[in-house]
């Protein structure tokens, strides 16, 4: 885990309001002692937010050449499995 930021456990996290997120600071979302991923959680003026939030989608984009599934894939194979 980081030594930077905090961490917090997805049950947690599965909990907070939208509203308490946005005051929360960017954390680290650990299940079972495991990492995750970085909830990143911008502050400041809005030129900064958006510096955050590029940064944020240029390390998704890099990431997700990696694999991954979309979520609209992981959502058709939970109705698959619902309909059955």
Known sequence: MSELIPSIAISEFKLLKAHQI?????V???SD???L???II???DVETKDFGKTQA???AVKTNYLGGEDPEELKE????LISV
């Open 22 to 26: 946005k005051v929360l600071k960017s």
């Open 28 to 30: 680290e979302v650990i």
């Open 33 to 35: 002692g495991e990492y």
């Open 37 to 39: 991923f970085t909830a």
């Open 42 to 44: 911008p502050k400041g």
């Open 57 to 59: 989608e240029y390390l």
């Open 77 to 80: 194979k939970r109705d698959a």
